[in-house]
């Protein structure tokens, strides 16, 4: 740095006598200089510092995102590496996607304009989705936001579309990759999270104006679920159960609108897989957790009851809705596991 904040003030070295002055010297009088030493002032150094001087940022600083942004994309040489800031952005702070969005879309309609930046594009969000767990939802909001703003629609086909054979791509794969190895099975778990926030998240208007969910999402996540309970590995078995609490009061309520009973047919996979598979005991608890879940409505409170009117004996949701505390370890329980209250109160008389 040029301003001098990384270098240290030269020390000034303490004034000495000439090597011959003490020849000099009565004797009585040096006697007297060594009884009361005299105190040497060293010069004082002048700053060179100006008031004037811009702000000083420490080392790793950086100013808010948008700001950063204000003279447009000139310091970005590909739409990648701005992308790519940007999802790293939200990642650090998802709260900044309501402020920071809008600006987002905006600078992408005056960059993406051909159809291999929006393949860029939708490659770069996919990857960033699958990539960090706690990214999916956030790249689901993204891709949803997206899909209504982006005004390039090109032949090959607009980002939902492209974002859509993109998963395709990963879905006929499902069954080699249910049964891969540890790494193949990961990946394909971030990529079945990923798709149910997606079925959550993505809006589709229809002819009318309503806004509805995509179908081919709804089927896509059935089938998903077969190849992961057709491979009853714990692992396999732990994304289906984190899947169907993600989306499983939705997909039953949108079976039912259709007559079908899909939820019912998993459920009893279910129960076969805690009777007949080879899975651990904590898996085989999960999952019966899950089947206890769906009987309590999803763990939906009732309309009909009142929040003062709810109790551990008459309502089967009471507990849903409760905070979830964490043991020193890092186990989550909540209040209806046993002995929590007795863990609370020991908490509470060692403070």
Known sequence: MSDG?????????????????????????????????????APVLMSKLSVNAPEFYPSGYSSNYTESYEDGCEDYPTL????????????????????????????????????????????????????????????????????????????????????????????????????????????????????????????????????????ILQVGLRELLNALFSNPMDDNLICAVKLLKLTGSVLEDAWKEKGKTDMEEIIQRIENVVLDANCSRDVKQMLLKLVELRSSNWGRVHATSTYREATPENDPNYFMNEPTFYTSDGVPFTAADPDTWMILMMRWTQR
């Open 80 to 215: 990648s590496e701005y992308v790519q800031d940007f999802l790293n952005h939200l990642t650090e702070q998802p709260g900044s996607f309501e402020t920071e969005i809008e600006q987002f879309a905006e600078t992408l309609n005056g960059w993406v304009t051909t159809d291999d930046a929006l393949q860029e594009l939708v490659e770069l969000i996919y990857q960033q989705a699958t990539s960090i767990p706690n990214f999916s939802y956030m790249g689901a909001r993204l891709c949803n936001y997206l899909s209504h703003h982006l005004t390039i629609s090109p032949q090959s086909g607009n980002f939902r579309q492209l974002l859509l054979q993109r998963c395709r791509t990963e879905y006929e794969v499902k069954d080699q990759a249910a049964k891969g190895d540890e790494v193949t099975r990961k990946r394909f778990h971030a990529f079945v999270l990923f798709l149910g926030e997606l079925y959550l998240n993505l809006e589709i208007k229809g002819t009318n104006g309503q806004v509805t969910r995509a179908d």
């Open 5 to 41: 904040f990384d270098r240290a003030p030269e020390q000034t070295r303490p004034l000495r006598a000439p090597p011959s002055s003490q020849d000099n010297i009565p004797q009585q009088n040096l006697e007297s200089a060594m009884a009361k030493p005299q105190v040497v002032v």
